[in-house]
C-alpha cells in the first residue's frame, strides 16, 4: 500500500511540474510576444508607407504580374531585409566578431579529406580548444574583440560534410567572416534559440542549449550516413558546430551549428509554413491584416495542397519516407516540413486570401511555362528548392472540428516551391514523455505534437503526403 501511494504521489508531482513549467512557458512566450509585437509597431510607425488610393488597406505591395525572379515583391537592392544588422553598439556585437574570427580559424585549417571517416572523428570528446586573446597568439591574430575561448566539435566530419554538400571553403568563409554583419532575426524560436543570417542569406547560424548539442553528436555519424546515401535529402544541411566561451568572471559559453537557409533565392518568399501534422494550436497567433511574408504559418493555416510533377512527386514521398525512416531511428521527433511559396503572379496571393478581384485573378494563366525569363531556371531545379508547380486553393467546411486538410475547390495557382524537414535535434526524452501524459488527459491524444517517434512519424507523413499530391494533367 505504502508503495502504492508513493507510486501516485510521484506521478502527481510529475504533473504538477509539467503544469507549472508549461504554464512559465506561456507567460515567457507571451511577453517575448508583447515585446515583438511592440517593436514592430515602432519600426511600422517610422517607416514610410505608400498609398496609392485614399483608403487602401495597407499590407502586401500592390499587386502586379510577375515576369523574373526578382518580381512580385522579389529582393530587389531597396527592399525591406529580415533581421536586424548587428552593427557596433548591439548588445550582440562582440559574438559576433567571436564567431567570425573562430569560423575563419577553423576553416582555414584545411586538412586532408576523405569520405571514409574513422570511428575517432565521431568520437563527442573529438573537439580543439583554441584561445583568442586580443593581443594575438602564435595561431591567432589581434582583434577588437574580448578574451575569448573557442570550440570546433568534431572538425573533420563537419568538413567532410562541406564538401559532401558541395559548399566552397572561400565562398563560406566569405559568406560567414565578410565585411557585411550578420543580421539578427526579430524573436526568438520557440526553443529559445536565437538566428542570425548571413548578408547574402545563404547560411543560419543558430545557438542551441546543451542538450541540444549532445543529442546532435549522438546522432552524427547516422546523420553523416544518411546524407552522404541520399543526395536529395530534405533534413538540415549541418555545416559547422562550434562553441564561444568568453573569458573573465562571465565564463558564458555560446554553443551553435551552422546550417543552410532553406529560402536562400533568387525568387522571394510570399508565404511559408510550419508543418507537423498535429492540430492542437496549430495556427498562427497573428490576425490576418498583420500577416506578412515573413509570418511563419503552421497547419490549419494552410489552404493549398500543392500538385507535383510524377516525377518529383515519386521522388518526394521516397525521400520523405526515407528522412522519417532515418529520424524515427535516432528517436527523433517534433520535426517539420518548413514550406516556402512564391507566387509568380502576386495578384495569386492577394486572390487566395480573398483580397483581390476573382475576375483579375481568374485572368493569370495556370501555365508554367508563360513568364519564365530565366533559360537556365530549369537546370537549377531540385527535389524542396527552385520547384515550379501548382497550388491548389483549399476550404476548411467545418468551424468545430478543423480539417487538417481542407476540400480542393479546383483554382489553380503557379507557385515555386521551396521546402525541407527542420527541427531534427529534439529526441523523445523525459520531458515530452510526460507533456504527452499530461495534455492527454485534456485532448485528443492524435492531435498533440508530442507523441513517441514512430507515431509522430506515421502521422506526418500521412500528413504531407495529402498537402502534396501529384499533378493529373500534362504542364
Not at 29 to 55: F, I, L, N, P, S
Not at 151 to 168: A, I, M, S
Not at 207 to 216: D, G, L, Q, Y
Amino acid at each position: 500500500m505504502r508503495g502504492a501511494l508513493d507510486g501516485g504521489t510521484t506521478c502527481g508531482i510529475a504533473v504538477v511540474v509539467v503544469v507549472v513549467a508549461e504554464e512559465a512557458e506561456v507567460r515567457v512566450r507571451g511577453r517575448r510576444r508583447r515585446r515583438w509585437r511592440r517593436r514592430r509597431r515602432r519600426r511600422r510607425a517610422a517607416a514610410t508607407v505608400r498609398v496609392e488610393d485614399a483608403g487602401e488597406v495597407r499590407g502586401l505591395p500592390p499587386p502586379s504580374p510577375a515576369t523574373g525572379p526578382h518580381a512580385g515583391g522579389g529582393r530587389s537592392r531597396g527592399a525591406r531585409r529580415q533581421g536586424e544588422t548587428i552593427a557596433k553598439g548591439h548588445k550582440n556585437y562582440e559574438l559576433m566578431l567571436n564567431l567570425q574570427l573562430g569560423i575563419r580559424h577553423a576553416v582555414g585549417k584545411q586538412g586532408p579529406i576523405t569520405l571514409d571517416l574513422k570511428s575517432s572523428a565521431f568520437d563527442p570528446k573529438e573537439k580543439v580548444w583554441t584561445r583568442f586573446p586580443p593581443e594575438g597568439s602564435k595561431y591567432t591574430p589581434p582583434h577588437s574583440s574580448c578574451d575569448f575561448k573557442w570550440k570546433d566539435y568534431c572538425p573533420q566530419v563537419f568538413r567532410t560534410l562541406r564538401k559532401l554538400f558541395k559548399v566552397d571553403a572561400a565562398d563560406y568563409m566569405l559568406s560567414l567572416c565578410g565585411d557585411q554583419a550578420l543580421r539578427e532575426l526579430s524573436s526568438p524560436g520557440k526553443s529559445g534559440s536565437f538566428f542570425y543570417l548571413t548578408s547574402n542569406d545563404q547560411y543560419m547560424i543558430k545557438t542551441m542549449k546543451k542538450s541540444e548539442v549532445k543529442i546532435f553528436l549522438k546522432m552524427l555519424r547516422a546523420y553523416y550516413n544518411h546524407v552522404r546515401s541520399f543526395e536529395n535529402t530534405l533534413v538540415t544541411k549541418f555545416f559547422g558546430l562550434h562553441c564561444v566561451k568568453l573569458a573573465g568572471a562571465n565564463q558564458k559559453k555560446v554553443r551553435f551549428v551552422i546550417m543552410g537557409n532553406l529560402f536562400c533565392s533568387d525568387y522571394s518568399i510570399h508565404r511559408r509554413f510550419d508543418l507537423k501534422g498535429s492540430s492542437l494550436g496549430r495556427t498562427t497567433d497573428k490576425p490576418q491584416t498583420e500577416i506578412d511574408e515573413y509570418t511563419t504559418l503552421k497547419d490549419l493555416d494552410l489552404n493549398f495542397i500543392f500538385r507535383l510533377q510524377k516525377h518529383w512527386h515519386q521522388e518526394f514521398l521516397r525521400q520523405v519516407d526515407k528522412d522519417c525512416d532515418f529520424l524515427e531511428q535516432e528517436n527523433i521527433m517534433d520535426y517539420s516540413l518548413l514550406v516556402g511559396v512564391h507566387f509568380r503572379d502576386k495578384r495569386n496571393l492577394l486572390a487566395s486570401e480573398g483580397s483581390f478581384d476573382s475576375d483579375s485573378s481568374r485572368a493569370s494563366s495556370p501555365h508554367l511555362s508563360r513568364g519564365d525569363t530565366d533559360p537556365n531556371r530549369f537546370s537549377k531545379i531540385k527535389l524542396g528548392s527552385n520547384m515550379p508547380t501548382r497550388a491548389e486553393l483549399t476550404v476548411r467546411k467545418s468551424e468545430c472540428e478543423p480539417q487538417i486538410i481542407g476540400e480542393p475547390t479546383g483554382e489553380f495557382y503557379d507557385v515555386i516551391l521551396y521546402f525541407g524537414i527542420i527541427d531534427i535535434l529534439q529526441d523523445y526524452d523525459i520531458s515530452k514523455k510526460l507533456e504527452h501524459a499530461y495534455k492527454s488527459f485534456q485532448y485528443d491524444p492524435t492531435s498533440i505534437s508530442a507523441v513517441d517517434p514512430k507515431q509522430y512519424s506515421r502521422r506526418f507523413k500521412d500528413f504531407v503526403y495529402k498537402a502534396f499530391q501529384e499533378e493529373k494533367i500534362d504542364i
